[in-house]
């Protein structure tokens, strides 16, 4: 596994949910918000990281798994049926 050093700073992307789906945005940012703080601190006991990476951890976990969701879930749309 190799271990990338990209240090961007890049704006964390904002869940967008369908509007079929919109009324579960709030919960869903809780969950993925949890989800990545449990994994930034796990790493962060792990692996001693450094507050910046800690940071980026957290930001890129964040980023990574709003992306997903929204990829996922942008074709369950009733224009798309």
Do not use: I, W
């Not at 700073?9 to 940012?29: H, I, K, M, N």
């Amino acid at each position: 596994m190799s271990c990338p050093s990209d240090t961007s700073t890049a704006p964390v992307t904002e869940l967008s949910l369908p509007p079929e789906f919109e009324e579960l945005t709030g919960l869903v940012e809780a969950d993925l918000k949890a989800v990545a703080a449990l994994l930034t601190r796990r790493a962060h006991e792990r692996l001693l990281l450094t507050r910046r990476e800690y940071r980026q951890l957290h930001r890129d976990l964040l980023s990574r798994l709003s992306e997903a969701v929204n990829e996922t879930m942008a074709p369950l749309t009733a224009e798309c049926r």
